[in-house]
Nanobody
């Protein structure tokens, strides 16, 4: 049975850093796409980063490019999101997701498996 578990959320000051983890069981990232999404209060779920496990290609939206980095450790079947230079606008519940196909993208409708979410709060 496939299972995704995120961890690493918490309280961080503006300009600070945080690393989120997403560990999969019953599923291997190295042949599929893993994505990171977030949902702020009152807003729709937003995809902002994804990575192709097969070739290591990474993708970002403008909102996080240059500040966030997605990477994987296939030996641990874990994907990570390194968040740097966070701002108040980064406050949200963060989700990792995986899709059966190998086509990268940011639409949450195309992802098949989801973690439970981890909350990130940026506050001074």
């Amino acid at each position: 049975q496939l299972h995704l578990v995120e961890s690493g959320g918490g309280l961080v000051q503006p300009g600070g850093s945080l690393r989120l983890s997403c560990t999969a069981s019953g599923f291997s990232f190295d042949k599929n796409v893993v994505g990171w999404f977030r949902q702020a209060p009152g807003k729709q779920r937003e995809g902002f980063s994804c990575m192709s496990g097969s070739d290591g290609s990474t993708y970002y939206t403008d909102s996080v490019r240059g500040r966030f980095t997605i990477f994987m450790d296939n030996t641990k079947n874990t994907a990570y999101l390194q968040m740097n230079s966070v701002t108040f606008e980064d406050t949200a519940v963060y989700y990792c997701a995986a899709k059966k196909t190998a086509i990268p993208g940011f639409s949450y409708k195309n992802y098949d498996y989801w973690g439970q979410g981890t909350e990130v709060t940026v506050s001074s």
